[in-house]
């Protein structure tokens, strides 16, 4: 009946007051469609760096459109920068505020808190270490309370998580880095690394241990080569694995970069769905796993065409975010469209994951 109607209506003869309806019609419906809100993108697994600050609109407009998952603080360092302030910024321009900054915090010469706190001094881990070999109690002591005044600084600055503690064995027979390592005792490593994380908890803000299984700086520095641990599955669990024990008790958990031959011979762990299944299964975690920073050598980035490619390759592994850590003067159409490369599936299993997460961590 109405189709009838309609269909008669529009076989008259156009006059002059049936093109103005027409005309009002169309108006009206040009304007509930302006009206109408604009699907939102959707919160993607990423965790990106605040390349500029003061945020300009166009800063602001391109962090709408990718909706991130959270932002990391601290690169690159900004004494102008504060995070109270930030954090309202990109609350308004998302039109959401439960994304989460973190932030890396080890201590030594990983200290991304004396950008905001000058004056502050923070001994890194073989500091605690080397307490350690003459007095494990009290060693344990001193990094617990330490976790919990770096944990209340950044709680101050509304920081959520902060990726710490290092609870990497330093490798027999390695050199580089070694003031990033609580040391070379699998025990001792364990202890600290749980006495740090739970520091930072009662402080109030998450840890995430990194970077499991260890080993990523076995020979050469990961941010400028390739890495392989030749290391049995047997070492694996009995040397490296331990310490990384306590990480099921939080909601993340940053990965390494590194070939294990003994876990997968072919692919680098961030790429290799053998290597998250042997993470999940010997730690019992079920969070969501973080693989380092993906702009590094070792993550192979020779081998990818794009960022969008390494992403998705992660992701599709077993990773469920990731930081791709685009160059600070990196084009902001160039990076949202490579974010838009992000296969649907994935973020679909991320929001899944995440719901589900949120029973046992709210704040997730």
């Given at each position: 009946m109405q189709k009838d109607i309609l269909k008669n209506w529009l076989e008259k003869p156009l006059t002059l007051w049936r093109f103005l309806a027409l005309l009002l019609a169309a108006c009206a419906v040009w304007g509930v469609a302006a009206l109408w809100p604009q699907a939102h993108p959707p919160v993607r697994p990423v965790i990106l760096l605040i390349n500029h600050y003061p945020l300009t609109p166009a800063d602001k407009d391109f962090y709408k459109e990718a909706n991130p998952y959270g932002f990391l603080l601290g690169i690159p360092s900004r004494q102008d920068l504060d995070p109270r302030l930030l954090r309202r910024e990109l609350?308004?321009?998302?039109?959401?505020?439960?994304?989460?900054?973190?932030?890396?915090?080890?201590?030594g010469t990983v200290n991304r808190l004396k950008q905001f706190f000058?004056?502050?001094?923070?001994?890194?881990?073989?500091?605690?270490?080397?307490?350690?070999?003459?007095?494990?109690?009290?060693?344990?002591?001193?990094?617990?309370?330490?976790?919990?005044?770096?944990?209340?600084?950044?709680?101050?600055?509304?920081?959520?998580?902060?990726?710490?503690?290092?609870?990497?064995?330093f490798p027999q027979g390695a050199r580089l880095l070694a003031s990033r390592y609580y040391g070379s005792d699998t025990q001792i490593v364990k202890l600290l690394a749980d006495a740090y994380a739970e520091g930072l908890a009662a402080g109030g803000v998450t840890p995430c241990y990194k970077h499991a299984v260890g080993a990523s700086a076995l020979k050469e520095d990961p941010h400028l080569a390739m890495q392989q641990a030749p290391y049995t599955l047997k070492e694996i669990e009995d040397i490296f694995l331990p310490p990384f024990q306590g990480a099921s008790r939080w909601p993340f958990l940053m990965t390494a970069h590194v070939n294990y031959p003994a876990i997968d011979p072919q692919a680098v762990s961030t790429y290799s769905p053998a290597f998250y299944q042997f993470v999940r299964e010997k730690l019992h975690f079920d969070g969501l796993i973080i693989p380092d920073a993906l702009n590094m050598a070792a993550a192979e980035q020779g081998k990818f065409v794009s960022v969008s490619?390494?992403?998705?390759?992660?992701?599709?592994?077993?990773?469920?975010?990731?930081?791709?850590?685009?160059?600070?003067?990196?084009?902001?159409?160039?990076?949202?469209?490579?974010?838009?490369?992000i296969s649907p599936a994935y973020i679909k299993r991320f929001h899944k994951k995440r719901q589900e997460l949120k029973q046992k961590f709210p704040a997730v």
């Open positions: 609350a308004s321009a998302l039109g959401r505020s439960d994304f989460l900054f973190f932030i890396d915090q080890e201590g000058p004056d502050m001094d923070a001994p890194g881990a073989a500091h605690f270490g080397a307490l350690a070999l003459k007095d494990k109690t009290s060693a344990q002591k001193a990094v617990y309370q330490y976790g919990k005044e770096i944990g209340a600084k950044l709680k101050e600055l509304t920081v959520d998580v902060v990726f710490a503690p290092n609870a990497e064995v490619g390494q992403m998705n390759q992660a992701l599709g592994a077993g990773a469920d975010v990731v930081i791709p850590f685009f160059n600070i003067d990196a084009n902001p159409s160039w990076m949202l469209e490579e974010l838009r490369q």
